[in-house]
């Protein structure tokens, strides 16, 4: 079991940008590919980013991409999801995942962290 807390959400103007964190607690917490999924208002959840145990490989949604970076700090069991140029249709609740295959992460998880609220107004 991996336990996941996120930190980081806010209300921030279209434009702008922001850094969401999270940190995984557990033995052997550094030994999965870790990643986030959204979920917007009466929408489906949507997978953003992912990034392997090393760090040496990233997935990124096409809606996110070039925008979006995903990185990790395995001595200090922390993912980070840096978002610039956000858009509106970023709102949404965003959840760090922890799993077992980075690949598979673009479609699900093991694990999931409480969620934080990231709000963009126009």
């Known amino acids: 079991q991996v336990q996941l807390v996120e930190s980081g959400g806010g209300l921030v103007q279209a434009g702008c940008s922001l850094r969401l964190s999270c940190s995984a607690s557990g033995r052997t917490s550094s030994s999965y590919a870790m990643g986030w999924f959204r979920q917007a208002p009466g929408k489906e959840r949507e997978f953003v980013a992912a990034?392997?145990?090393?760090?040496?490989?990233?997935y990124y949604a096409d809606s996110v991409k070039g925008r979006f970076t995903i990185s990790r700090d395995n001595a200090k069991n922390t993912v980070y999801l840096q978002m610039n140029s956000l858009k509106p249709e970023d709102t949404a609740v965003y959840y760090c995942?922890?799993?077992?295959?980075?690949?598979?992460?673009?479609?699900?998880?093991?694990?999931w962290g409480q969620g934080t609220k990231v709000t963009v107004s126009s």
């Open positions: 990034i392997s145990v090393g760090g040496a490989i990233t």
């Open positions: 995942t922890a799993g077992h295959s980075v690949a598979r992460m673009k479609y699900e998880a093991n694990y």
